[in-house]
């Protein structure tokens, strides 16, 4: 008996959920691993059709952006052979997947530590929340946190230090737990 088939609505859906959460490295996957920018643009667009019309192989809660690379580097490599009239920009397809492999794993490392980063700062008082979200979320400038906060700015200069200590310490630690 077949299984039943997705909803194309909901697969749709899903699709661009997960495009959407990823793009943003994706795009830069591709921009590391091809000079031209156009070229990168247009392997880019490629690529997420590619990835589309074959959504209904993905495997749901599986990883997501491993899928994706494959793909981006089938791209780029069927790039690479189609642009031998560059020599000196020609870089061997070992060196594209060693590359590939490279951010892949830097990713990874990225991820665990924003993930760290987000528990620790759901561990820190309100008021210290609200700084950092002011800082770095709303790009307040530090006269205006000593305004909103009404402190002086030296004293802000300082809690941000302060905080920041606290996080690195708290990410450091998370890290090293779950390794």
Known sequence: MDSPQP??????????????????????????????????????????????????KFEP?????????????????????????RPVTAVDDEFIEAVAAEIERSADQLDHRAEALQRCLRKLPEAHRKIMVWRYYEDCGVEEIAAKS?????????????????????????LATSS
């Not at 959407?20 to 994706?26: F, M």
């Not at 591709?30 to 590619?50: G, T």
């Not at 990883?63 to 009239?85: D, G, Q, S």
């Not at 402190?151 to 450091?172: K, P, Q, T």
Request: with cysteine; aromatic share 12%.
């Open 150 to 174: 009404e402190r002086s700015v030296e004293a802000v200069y300082r809690l941000l230090s302060r905080i920041r200590g606290v996080l690195n310490d708290c990410v450091s630690r998370q």
């Open 61 to 85: 809660g599986s990883n997501f952006r491993a899928w994706a690379r494959k793909f981006a580097t089938h791209h780029v490599l069927n790039y690479r052979r189609a642009e031998k009239r």
């Open 7 to 56: 909803d194309p609505e909901q697969q749709t859906e899903s699709y661009l959920r997960l495009l959407t959460q990823h793009d943003r490295w994706l795009a830069t996957y591709v921009y590391s691993l091809v000079y031209d920018r156009a070229d990168a643009d247009e392997i880019l667009q490629d690529c997420k059709v590619a990835m589309w019309k074959h959504f209904g």
